[in-house]
């Protein structure tokens, strides 16, 4: 069992910078390929970025590739997500996903659990 909590979210104005946190409970978070996902209202959960169990491999949509990073820090079981230049259409309800083992977590499919999410809104 994994439980998952982010925290970081808020209003910003286009063009600035936020960092998400999530914090995982459970012994298997070395073991797991993480993630980010994101829901805007009246439309289906998309991902975002998402890391290997070790941080070495990165994955993200092309929608953010080159704004935002993801990482982790396996010593406080902790994934990031560091979301820079933000635009309007950043806009969402942004989730933190456990994965599994050796998948990425680049599809809904693809995850075990889920946290609560935390509410990103960029004013334009």
């Known amino acids: 069992q994994v439980q998952l909590e982010e925290s970081g979210g808020g209003l910003v104005q286009a063009g600035g910078s936020l960092r998400l946190s999530c914090a995982a409970s459970?012994?298997?978070?070395?073991?797991?390929?993480m993630g980010w996902f994101r829901q805007a209202p009246g439309k289906e959960r998309e991902f975002v970025a998402a890391?290997?169990?070790?941080?070495?491999?990165?994955y993200y949509a092309d929608s953010v590739k080159g704004r935002f990073t993801i990482s982790r820090d396996n010593a406080k079981n902790t994934v990031y997500l560091q979301m820079n230049r933000l635009k309007p259409e950043d806009t969402a309800v942004y989730y933190c996903?456990?994965?599994?083992?050796?998948?990425?977590?680049?599809?809904?499919?693809?995850?075990?659990?889920w946290g609560q999410g935390t509410q990103v809104t960029v004013s334009s």
């Open positions: 996903a456990a994965g599994r083992t050796t998948v990425p977590a680049v599809n809904v499919n693809l995850v075990d659990y």
């Open positions: 459970g012994r298997t978070f070395n073991n797991r390929s």
């Open positions: 890391i290997s169990r070790s941080g070495g491999t990165k």
